[in-house]
């Protein structure tokens, strides 16, 4: 049965079994155009986001990783994802140290009309915005909500600003 809260998201209940204990959790679908992308609420008090991964469509769990309770949500989610079909993006990961501080981030690059986009992918996998190189050298911000918007780092998004356009010429 699908249930809508106070925000109008949708939630569900799930059952399932993780080391040999029989669980249920309610289940919040957040909005992403990215990864199939859930806040999993446990009867235990356990919580965490659950998502997919872009590059292999595995089950993560936000800063830890392939775990084995990410692959076992995600087999109880499939009744509750309307497009199930995984179509991997191949992301190329950034890493170098810059001002001594490690500098990692993976992105997906292609051209929509004149323009180049970046879609923007933290350490975790997990999608943060979409860069569009302007003509005249700006950038423009697309595609997350308004609340991730105002937490954007502007020191790493300079970073990357500075170093997206060294890739340019791997997608001619």
Known sequence: MLNANKRGA????INLTY?????????????????????????DGYENIFYTDVETGRWMEEDLGFTQLAE??????????????????????????????????????????RYRLYEIYNTNKR????????????????????????????IFLDQIIKILPLYSEDYG
Request: hydrophobic fraction near 40%; charge should be negative; glycine fraction near 6%.
């Open 72 to 113: 076992i949500v995600g087999v109880s989610m499939r009744p509750l994802i309307k497009l199930p079909v995984h179509v991997p993006k191949l992301l190329i990961w950034h890493c170098q140290y810059y001002n001594n501080k490690l500098l990692n981030f993976g992105f997906f690059g292609y051209t929509n009309g």
């Open 10 to 13: 949708m939630h569900n209940m």
């Open 127 to 154: 999608y943060l915005y979409t860069l569009m190189d302007m003509e005249n050298d700006e950038w423009q911000i697309l595609g997350n909500s308004t609340t991730a918007i105002n937490k954007i780092d502007p």
């Open 19 to 43: 080391d040999g204990a029989d669980l249920s959790a309610w289940v919040f679908e957040l909005p992403n155009k990215h990864h199939h992308l859930f806040k999993v609420c446990f009867s």
